[in-house]
């Protein structure tokens, strides 16, 4: 009996809607370069995710030219490299801090000075 009630869940996570959330529109777009297990860019992407923002996510583990083009743009060579409108923030922990911060809705939104 256990095991049903298990099997019934499956892939349910407690508190969230089986519906998706449409994704919010920002003022400013916002751009990351990632790869598919770096676990800094599923954190990256979660954070945009539970905020239900749109982004857009440029793959770069198999594609040598992508990469090239991160490298140039940022002068970095780790992933993720996010961009919000014309700004380079950096990489998943400068994200973060700019939530932590409360600055994260203001920028992309278009409100940050």
Not at 31 to 51: E, H
Request: positive net charge; glycine residues 10%; contains cysteine.
């Amino acid at each position: 009996m256990f095991m049903k009630e298990i099997k019934g869940i499956k892939g349910r996570m407690p508190g969230r809607s089986d519906k998706p959330a449409a994704p919010a529109t920002t003022s400013q777009p916002i751009v990351m370069y990632t790869t598919r297990f770096c676990p800094y860019c599923i954190r990256a992407r979660g954070l945009l995710q539970s905020k239900g923002w749109d982004y857009q996510d440029i793959p770069v583990d198999a594609d040598q030219g992508l990469r090239s083009e991160m490298t140039q743009k940022s002068g970095q060579h780790t992933v993720p490299q996010i961009w919000i409108g014309d700004q380079h923030i950096g990489g998943c922990d400068e994200l973060f801090r700019l939530e932590v911060g409360n600055q994260l809705k203001a920028m992309v939104m278009g409100e940050y000075q």
